[in-house]
């Protein structure tokens, strides 16, 4: 507060042993996050910072954040976004949290699934739709694609976040496209851990949409759907080939804002050994480290206005960007690169030979890219 009276942007600070960032939103909502975890870089924390207030206009809208009117009223709205917010604190199996992009699941009757879901959804008078299994986009209509990439991070990530249950109509306001008019979320159990979401406004009901049309379309797809469920691990079916020496993966579509993250890719191979090679929490760590030194230090970041933004001064006084960047650990090693389209990050084990990391990336780059489409 002293800094801004005099005209002084002071945005975070550090101690010996903690790390506090702050943010003013919609110059109303002062949110203040404090971490005493070294891997919790400024970008970390600042992108915690957005997703938390997303969130609380996710579930109470704009409006009611800017104009506040009743302060009790407002704390008792705002719980029932508390789990959403507590996903953003832990270490689930997505990142869409820290890429802002959606986290996406490959499988391999995906044309099958898109084209019910096509039909399921016009059939339900919208145009928004999706299969989600545990927080993960399987397919999507092409109109869910078109939203925003932050709203429909954050719609997976509430679905995730929510008490299962066979179905549910759920109010929710979309951060980017529509913080203060709320839409209708519909949200159908097809087989435990799938499920069918649909954005929509006041029409259907439903009860109308669960007792027409969702045993119609989608009891014939049982099989296909519960195939989605052996996905969870890897994100992708076991036929797509991988390099032994790959822990895990995060392969981003730039383009799409959607992505591929895993951290036990060869999952045969774990559990081959009696005792695992690196946990996995670490690994999620170690992968998450990398992706954010990466983009902070080395790959440029676009921002809204199309102009590029770097979070630190590295790139100043060069004339050209980096493409490919890697880090040596004594128990991992990782390596990054990037094309116009995709940015891949892999965790590879220590034994990996050094000058083999950019032959084995490139080569899953196409492997996903090419073969799979993604």
Not at 128 to 145: L, N, P, Q
Not at 278 to 295: E, G, M, N, Q, V
Not at 350 to 361: D, G, K, Y
Request: aromatic residues 10%.
């Amino acid at each position: 507060m002293f800094g801004s009276n005099q005209d002084v942007l002071l945005a975070g600070t550090n101690t010996e042993n903690a790390n506090v960032v702050w943010r003013v939103f919609s110059d109303s909502v002062t949110l203040i996050v404090l971490s005493l975890y070294e891997s919790a870089t400024d970008v970390y924390l600042n992108k915690l910072l957005e997703n938390v207030f997303s969130a609380m206009v996710l579930v109470v809208g704009l409006e009611d954040l800017v104009n506040i009117k009743n302060v009790e009223r407002l704390k008792r709205d705002l719980r029932a976004c508390y789990k959403l917010i507590d996903s953003f604190l832990e270490m689930p199996e997505r990142t869409g949290d820290l890429t802002q992009c959606v986290d996406c699941v490959l499988v391999q009757d995906g044309s099958v699934l898109q084209d019910c879901l096509d039909t399921f959804t016009q059939a339900a008078q919208s145009n928004f739709g999706c299969i989600m299994m545990s927080g993960k986009v399987v397919v999507a209509t092409e109109k869910w694609w078109r939203l925003a990439p932050q709203d429909v991070m954050m719609l997976a990530w509430l679905v995730a976040s929510l008490v299962p249950c066979t179905s549910r109509d759920y109010p929710v306001y979309l951060p980017q496209g529509s913080p203060t008019v709320p839409h209708r979320l519909l949200t159908f159990l097809l087989v435990p851990g799938v499920e069918v979401c649909i954005l929509c406004g006041p029409v259907p009901s439903l009860q109308e949409v669960e007792r027409e049309l969702v045993e119609r379309f989608w009891k014939p797809l049982a099989e296909p759907l519960k195939a989605c469920l052996r996905m969870q691990v890897r994100s992708f079916p076991a036929s797509v080939p991988l390099d032994r020496g790959i822990m895990g993966l995060l392969l981003i579509n730039r383009e799409q804002s959607k992505c591929l993250y895993t951290v036990q890719a060869n999952p045969s191979e774990d559990a081959a050994r009696q005792d695992i090679y690196l946990p996995l929490d670490r690994r999620r760590t170690a992968l998450r480290s990398f992706y954010t030194l990466a983009i902070s230090r080395y790959f440029p970041v676009e921002r809204d206005d199309g102009k590029t933004a770097h979070y630190e001064e590295f790139q100043a006084g060069f004339t050209h960007h980096a493409v490919q960047c890697y880090t040596v650990s004594e128990d991992h090693k990782c390596y990054g690169l990037q094309t116009g389209q995709h940015q891949l990050f892999i965790l590879f084990r220590s034994e990996v030979p050094t000058f083999a990391l950019r032959n084995i990336a490139t080569k899953t780059l196409l492997v996903f890219t090419k073969e799979w489409a993604f």
